[in-house]
């Protein structure tokens, strides 16, 4: 292999209906350069490495800086973003293809809308009573803003839920990502207030008791959140509520 | 008469204020986003949002933090929203904090305050480094609250194309683009709102995300509405070299104590830690004492270009200085500033804890944008605009952490008089005629079916690579009309080899070549209107300098610079600036504002 180009296989699809195939390009290697800049060099020119025209690959990407979550994808069999994955890092020749766990769009975009539907289930906001200028909000120690701003850092990826064995086709499990944001909702103190809501949420089909406790979310979150810790609270969280609701004989 | 509809383009921080706004008063809001509105440009906001709440005793007030910002601006800025969004500062930090915003607190369990360019207070809230993406969040959440509701439907991976204006010159609605399955709509509405973002992408590598083409901008531009301050470009000083994206460093991180340096001599090859502080040239220190490594983003862009370029002492004369963070304890960088520090790491290898980080200037934020009134209504009725797509609240220049402040209150002010508006329309969107709608839809349909067919030799991605070196190299930090010159010449070559161009993708779903070629078109028109109102404007008001003319020059060029579209390219109007507030003084940062001193003589806007 040459060091002046870098080998890369990329798994493309044209549409949700059509097969999927895979293709290689020998790439210019540049200095500092991420799988982005692969799939940038791909669009200037378009071919493959045994010489075929080809289209661009079509890929979801924003930020280019790991904070909006957008490129997401399978580098070499792990799930992460294409920006922060650097090529000096990556095993050559680099394999690119799309998540697993959620509908194929085309090439390495994935919808992804089922989760944020899920926080909608899990009513993920705090229920303040208008936009209005209403004074400061609940005062909060270092502590305690600490620990929430440790999970309000999900980007809302989908890492913990291509890596989750629970999530497939035979389930609804919700997955890691809305479990969590239920806990950071329910430890704000305004969020407090309809956390009953979010618990029950957690206790239909689909809810937390799929979690079959492999673990596997908290080691593929790129932003490092607590997950597994925050479906141990919410376990918690909804055992006490089962509990409370069973005595009170409601 | 049907109750009003709106539409919102731009799910950041502006077009979300709105949507909740409008949503908030009963009223039906469909929401286009490129992007799931929860990755929105706005995420990548670091250091904070200003607001002068006074934490630290200071004797920080509203009318401070306006001075500063107008002063900052270069006094380009027309003076009563830069007080109205200053006054409103401290309730919108509140209102943040109120909807789940992890803003750093104090011991006592109060916000926390830290330092930003351009001015001597404790002014900017920050949920550590990365503020924008929790003020989008807990955004984000509000109008998911909203959804629910059923107030709101959102459009996401759907395009803006053009404004629908009926015989009467208003705006009735527009034309979308689903990017997933390729398919035109017309969307009727009594108010639309614009808050699509800055033009960045213009410039190619810069801090900006990927979908800141400035598309909307552009497209409404080319049907009558005004662009203001076109040539007024941030570039912040402290970027991260990359292939991709030069990526931001936040303002924050001088905030907290770094401090800007290059070794004395430039061929000190030693690591940068065993240069003995006495051998090390902190030049902003040095040149600004006043404010040092705060000095507003324009001066600290021309200084580490004057470093690097004119007197070759960039590191290793490199273009890379050292932002240094160093010597401040570890527990303190990772709770305030971790998310950058965490980015830097990331992408270049090294952890800045320990070794000082090497940055350069890069394209940041457009001042300019589609020009509004006070209430943010563009010249066409109907349509509006917010955010860093419009032009009202920063002059000549922005300071650090004013942007994630003018996003919330243009979304604001925005509903507001959008409301007001549509509630005073005699006639409503659904009584206009639907000739209207598709006459509209036509016209976009022809320009597909046209980019679609286009075989040419050209390549869209190349092309729009060679527009952004040159606005790079030429329409940036120094600006020298003759390069400028040469740079339209480029823009009208690039306009002719458009023509040119082959699609490489002849797919129907899902075809980000067909929908950036339309981009490369609506950048290349924006580009003229940045390129030639800077050629025109001569004289040195913040971003904007010309070593040719560098000083300001009241007499001749307070005043805001206005583009309309024709076949020939922009043509230029200018109008005063409404400087009722404060009168405009010399700005200079190597000493305190008072000690500034009075204003020239000829101060009066013509």
Not at chain 2, 275 to 288: A, G, M, N
Not at chain 2, 396 to 417: D, E, K, W, Y
Not at chain 2, 578 to 602: C, E, H, Q
Request: contains cysteine; hydrophobic residues 40%.
């Amino acid at each position: 292999m040459s060091d002046a180009t870098v080998k890369v296989r990329i798994k493309r699809q044209e549409s949700p209906t059509n097969p999927s195939r895979w293709e290689e390009f020998t790439l210019p290697r540049l200095p500092m350069m991420n799988v982005i800049t692969l799939l940038l060099e791909i669009q200037k020119k378009p071919v493959t490495a045994q010489g075929n025209p080809t289209s661009p690959v079509a890929w979801d990407s924003h930020c280019l800086e790991e904070v909006c979550g957008a490129c997401t994808m399978v580098i070499n069999g792990k799930v992460r973003q294409a920006c922060s994955a650097l090529v000096r890092s990556l095993t050559e020749p680099i394999s690119i293809q799309p998540m697993t766990k959620f509908p194929l769009v085309r090439d390495l975009v994935v919808d992804r809308s089922r989760m944020f539907e899920d926080l909608k289930r899990i009513r993920g906001w705090i229920p303040i009573q208008g936009t209005y200028d209403l004074g400061p909000g609940p005062r909060l120690n270092p502590t305690e803003q600490e620990a929430a701003y440790d999970l309000s850092r999900c980007m809302t990826c989908g890492c913990c839920l291509e890596v989750c064995p629970q999530i497939n086709p035979r389930s609804d499990f919700i997955g890691p990502a809305a479990i969590s944001q239920a806990r950071l909702f329910n430890a704000h103190p305004t969020g407090q207030s309809n956390a009953a809501e979010r618990i029950e949420a957690l206790m239909e089909p689909g809810g937390i008791s799929e979690c079959g406790n492999a673990q596997n979310c908290v080691r593929a979150c790129p932003k490092e959140i607590p997950l597994t810790t925050s479906i141990g609270e919410m376990g918690r969280q909804v055992t006490k509520h089962a509990l409370t609701t069973l005595l009170s004989g409601k | 008469m049907a109750k009003p509809v709106f539409i919102v383009v731009g799910g950041g921080l502006a077009g979300l204020m709105a949507t909740i706004r409008l949503a908030e008063a009963g009223f039906h809001v469909d929401l286009i986003s490129f992007v799931p509105v929860k990755r929105s440009h706005s995420v990548c906001a670091q250091g904070g949002i200003n607001g002068a709440v006074n934490v630290k005793g200071e004797g920080d007030s509203p009318w401070e933090h306006f001075d500063d910002s107008v002063y900052g601006g270069d006094f380009l800025a027309n003076q009563p929203p830069v007080k109205r969004m200053c006054d409103s500062a401290p309730g919108i930090i509140y209102l943040l904090d109120r909807m789940g915003v992890m803003f750093n607190r104090t011991a006592e369990g109060l916000l926390d305050f830290r330092r930003f360019g351009g001015t001597k207070h404790h002014r900017t809230a920050f949920a550590g480094a990365t503020t924008g993406q929790q003020m989008l969040y807990a955004l984000d959440e509000q109008v998911r609250r909203h959804e629910v509701e059923g107030l709101v439907k959102k459009y996401e991976f759907w395009e803006f194309l053009s404004a629908v204006i009926d015989g009467k010159g208003i705006c009735r609605g527009c034309v979308v683009l689903n990017q997933i399955d390729m398919t035109l709509h017309v969307m009727r509405a009594d108010g639309v709102l614009l808050a699509t973002g800055g033009p960045g992408v213009i410039f190619g590598r810069g801090t900006n995300s990927t979908t800141c083409t400035g598309t909307a901008a552009s497209a409404v531009y080319q049907q009558g509405v005004a662009y203001a301050n076109g040539e007024f470009i941030q570039v912040h000083p402290t970027a991260i070299p990359g292939t991709d994206k030069l990526r931001l460093m936040s303002e924050s991180a001088r905030g907290e104590g770094g401090r800007i340096w290059v070794p004395k001599d430039v061929k000190d090859k030693r690591a940068p830690k065993s240069i003995p502080s006495s051998e090390r040239w902190y030049f902003l220190e040095d040149w600004y004492p006043a404010y040092g490594n705060l000095v507003p983003r324009d001066i600290a862009s021309r200084a580490i270009y004057k470093v690097c370029r004119d007197m070759g002492m960039g590191i290793a004369g490199s273009d890379m200085v050292y932002l240094d963070l160093t010597h401040i304890p570890r527990a303190d960088l990772d709770r305030k500033l971790g998310g950058i520090l965490e980015i830097y790491e990331k992408f270049v290898g090294d952890d800045p804890r320990d070794e000082p980080m090497k940055i350069f200037p890069a394209y940041h934020y457009s001042m300019g944008g589609i020009w509004i009134d006070f209430d943010h209504m563009t010249n066409v009725p109907g349509l509006f605009a917010a955010g860093e797509c419009d032009y009202q609240y920063h002059g000549a220049n922005r300071l650090g952490a004013n942007s994630l402040l003018s996003c919330v209150i243009g979304g604001q002010v925005g509903a507001a008089t959008m409301i007001r508006f549509a509630t005073g329309l005699g006639k409503r969107s659904d009584t206009v005629p639907a000739a209207v709608f598709a006459a509209e839809r036509k016209r976009q349909e022809e320009i597909y079916t046209k980019i679609r067919a286009m075989e040419g030799k050209e390549n869209p991605f190349v092309l729009g690579e060679e527009l952004a070196e040159t606005m790079r190299n030429n329409v940036s930090i120094v600006r020298e009309n003759a390069r400028i010159k040469q740079t339209d010449t480029k823009l009208l070559e690039l306009m002719e080899r458009y023509r040119k161009l082959g699609v490489t993708d002849r797919g129907q779903w899902m075809n980000q070549s067909v929908v950036y070629i339309k981009h490369l078109w609506n950048m290349l028109e924006l580009a003229r209107v940045i390129a030639l109102g800077a050629l025109a404007r001569d004289e040195s008001r913040g971003a904007h300098y010309k070593p040719a003319f560098p000083e300001r020059d009241d007499a001749k060029w307070l005043k805001t610079t206005k583009a309309k579209w024709t076949a020939g390219g922009p043509a230029f109007t200018y109008e005063p600036v409404d400087i009722s507030l404060l009168p405009p003084r010399v700005r200079k940062y190597d000493v305190d504002k008072k000690a500034a001193g009075p204003a020239p003589a000829a101060t009066k806007a013509n």
